[in-house]
């Protein structure tokens, strides 16, 4: 496996951006997938969220060909990986959002000049992911399909999977250049894409790089240095009430809930991070138990009812009843609405926030902030600007400007919103900036 992840944008190609190193000891944070996400060229996205792979005419560099695989071609491969890498951010992390967006940069993004992926690389490659458990891939666990390209620091580059080092500095919009992937050992800085060196653990409060403890051993993370789990395990309190831990996994459904020791002190009684699943503990001064996920209008307590419900529970209680989510026109649930629907503000004091349908496909949206999820429907998003319409993540939409046309995109010189073009990029490595 590899030692880093460099984000869903290196999984995909950089979906997410750059994932921190979790300190490993409770981060229970969005994972993101190892830097590729180009899926095919003319690929595009349904009405209904769906990814539909295009012609493959795309030119695919350093990677297979359409015969490659005898079924699929570099297009439908990389619509393929995508639709993995989105399914388990779905499955672990929560709905994923724009994800599937990734696929306008396909099938550039896995199968550019350096790249080392392969028709049957990308499509096995899905699968390795899938096989995954949510443990390890929220603690950044790599399949080691996840190949990196041949192309040395001080290369020019667009993406990711182009580089040796799976990292394109200021790529994907831009023309970059590749470089090594900054580490840093104990006492030095963290966070972003500066990871640690293996047997190190970035302590994710203070920034900061520190010596892993293994499952087993003795953990302190608000001793001075900390003494941090490694990624993927946790720092369990013991008898003694909190003031030192064993780092372990968080426990799954039908086991005992445990404490957790951070730096800022210890949690209250906790179970894994997979979904639906939480501490039912309604006896004060007693252990809970792991159970979920909970049946529909079955008894629950917060976080213990399945992705299509939520747990409803009246004021000044501490149990309630798993409910299905509530769709367009209905009041939200615990902030969330069902599927193609989402949670809108309250109009004018007129009521709680209620739950609105998404934007279909070419119709008027706004976007709150260059980086907010707007409201389109599944697979969709509002291009740019001061109004925006909601649009599939299909290429060569006309443009004036860069600032029109979907995230990844920028509008070329023939007034068309499409990737970045790595061979258009200067090659001379003197060129491209600091390695």
């Not at 300190?23 to 003319?42: I, L, P, Y």
Request: glycine residues 16%; charged residues 15%.
């Amino acid at each position: 496996m590899l030692d880093y992840r460099p984000g869903l944008a290196a999984l995909i190609l950089s979906i997410f951006g750059a994932a921190g190193a979790g300190s490993g000891c409770g981060s229970k944070g969005s994972a993101s997938a190892e830097g590729d996400a180009s899926v095919a060229r003319d690929s595009a996205i349904g009405a209904d969220g769906s990814l539909l792979a295009g012609d493959g005419s795309g030119g695919a560099e350093g990677g297979g060909d359409a015969g490659d695989a005898g079924v699929v071609d570099p297009t439908q491969a990389c619509v393929d990986y995508i639709s993995a890498v989105c399914a388990k951010e779905n499955e672990c992390v929560g709905p994923a959002g724009s994800c599937s967006l990734f696929a306008a940069v396909c099938p550039e993004y896995f199968f550019s000049a350096g790249s080392t992926r392969t028709v049957q690389s990308l499509e096995s490659c899905g699968s390795a992911l899938q096989a995954l458990t949510c443990d390890q891939y929220l603690a950044g666990v790599v399949p080691p399909c996840v190949s990196p390209g041949t192309l040395p620091p001080g290369a020019t580059c667009v993406f990711d999977s182009q580089c040796s080092s799976l990292f394109c500095v200021s790529g994907t919009q831009s023309c970059g250049h590749c470089a090594d992937l900054p580490t840093a050992e104990a006492g030095t800085r963290c966070g972003g894409y500066f990871t640690c060196s293996p047997g190190f653990v970035c302590d994710t409060s203070t920034g900061t790089c520190w010596l892993a403890r293994d499952a087993g051993q003795s953990c302190t993370p608000s001793a001075n240095p900390p003494m941090l789990c490694e990624q993927g395990l946790y720092c369990l309190a013991g008898e003694d009430g909190g003031a030192t831990g064993t780092c372990g996994t968080l426990p799954d459904a039908g086991a005992l809930c445990v404490r957790e020791i951070s730096r800022f002190g210890t949690s209250a009684e906790t179970c894994t991070g997979d979904y639906g699943v939480a501490c039912v503990s309604l006896d004060a001064g007693t252990t809970g138990l792991c159970e979920g996920p909970a049946a529909e209008h079955a008894p629950c307590v917060a976080g213990q009812c399945d992705r299509l419900q939520s747990c409803a529970i009246a004021d000044g209680s501490i149990q309630g009843t798993c409910e299905p989510l509530p769709g367009a026109g209905a009041p939200c649930l615990n902030g969330s609405c069902a599927d193609g629907s989402y949670c809108g503000q309250a109009v004018r004091d007129a009521g709680p926030p209620g739950c609105q349908a998404l934007v279909a496909l070419g119709q008027a949206c706004e976007q709150a902030s260059p980086s907010a999820v707007v409201p389109c429907v599944t697979g969709a998003s509002c291009t740019r600007g001061a109004s925006g319409i909601c649009v599939a993540a299909s290429r060569g939409a006309p443009c004036d400007a860069s600032t029109q046309c979907l995230q990844q995109l920028v509008c070329d010189e023939g007034g068309a919103c499409e990737p970045v073009d790595p061979g258009t990029c200067r090659s001379n490595a003197a060129d491209a900036g600091p390695g």
